[in-house]
C-alpha cells in the first residue's frame, strides 16, 4: 500500500469496523466521548485512526506486535496526540 489515501481509508475502515463491532469497546468509547465533546464524527474517526496508525508504524519498522495497552492508553489520551 504505497497509496497515502489507501492507507488513510484503510485505517478508517479498522475504525469503523471496531465501532460497529464494539471491540474493542473503548473505540466506540472514545467516539462517542470525542462527539460529546464537539468533534465531528469524521475527526473523531481521524484522531481513533492514528492511534492505529502508531501501532501499525511499530508493526511495520520495529516488527513489534500491535500494542493492545499502549492502543488503549492513546484512546483514553484522545484529543492529545498518540505517543509510540
Known sequence: MDDPKAVREAFLEIVNSQITNNDP????????????SGWS???????IATCIAVE??????KQKPF???RYL???KNLPE???E
Open 56 to 61: 501499525f508504524y511499530g508493526i511495520m519498522t
Open 25 to 36: 469497546p473503548e473505540t466506540k468509547q472514545t467516539f462517542e466521548r470525542l462527539i460529546k
Open 67 to 69: 500494542n493492545d495497552e
Open 73 to 75: 492508553k492513546n484512546l
Open 81 to 83: 496526540e498518540p505517543f
Open 41 to 47: 464524527q469524521q475527526d473523531s474517526k481521524k484522531m
